[in-house]
């Protein structure tokens, strides 16, 4: 099974390392895995690109200052309609996995426009964050349209994916909650334990 991830920052949170840990597993069962991002994973910065998984790098721009996230995103644009689109097209995967929120957005409108299934993995929502981070999420929430607008623009791009990947049996419930999603169209994969990098206790 072919299987393309759509992150977009190789910078590694909890998130994407999550979901760069899901690929390499996937690439050992015999899967061929590519994730498309803007800048090499610095865990495989640190441990070496593993075996059966490639990293497709979209160029991009240096920093430069106020209105850098605008230029980023739409020089992001021209490269999904010009050379990312066109290779999905060419190798046309089983499934393009977009990663919460903007990246799952960009999945579904690549998938839409070449006819591939996609994933959807979602980590949280508005209600969670809400009910864990209090006010300061609340308060972003209600000033930020641009925040309210890339939420609903996820819940939308969940609404149509072909199976959504919760990270918990709760974060499943949450979905549900929210976007009334069919139980048959999520599935429950909980992140495991990285022993290479858990020390024995002492004693």
């Not at 819940?155 to 149509?160: F, I, P, Q």
């Not at 169209?185 to 909980?190: I, K, P, Q, S, T």
């Not at 495991?192 to 002492?202: C, E, F, K, M, T």
């Amino acid at each position: 099974m072919r299987m393309n991830f759509i992150l977009g920052q190789g910078v590694m949170g909890g998130g994407s390392y999550y979901l760069y840990r899901m690929g390499e597993h996937l690439a050992r069962r015999g899967h061929e895995v590519t994730f498309e991002l803007d800048d090499f994973p610095t865990v495989w910065k640190r441990d070496g690109l593993p075996s059966g998984v490639r990293v497709c790098l979209r160029p991009g721009v240096p920093y430069l200052g106020k209105g850098f996230g605008l230029l980023d995103r739409s020089l992001r644009d021209v490269h999904d309609r010009l050379v990312l689109a066109p290779r999905l097209g060419s190798e046309r995967p089983d499934f393009l996995v977009g990663q919460q929120t903007e990246d799952a957005i960009r999945a579904r409108d690549l998938a839409r426009k070449l006819g591939l299934p996609f994933v959807a993995t979602v980590f949280e929502t508005p209600d969670w964050l809400a009910d864990r981070l209090g006010a300061s999420w609340t308060g972003q929430w209600n000033k930020n349209r641009r925040l309210r607008a890339l939420w609903q623009g996820f819940g939308e791009a969940m609404r149509t994916a072909d199976l959504i990947l919760a990270i918990s049996r709760s974060t499943a419930e949450h979905v549900r909650s929210w976007l009334s999603v069919p139980e048959d169209r999520m599935v429950v994969a909980y992140p495991g334990l990285d022993v290479p990098h858990v020390s024995a206790p002492d004693g």
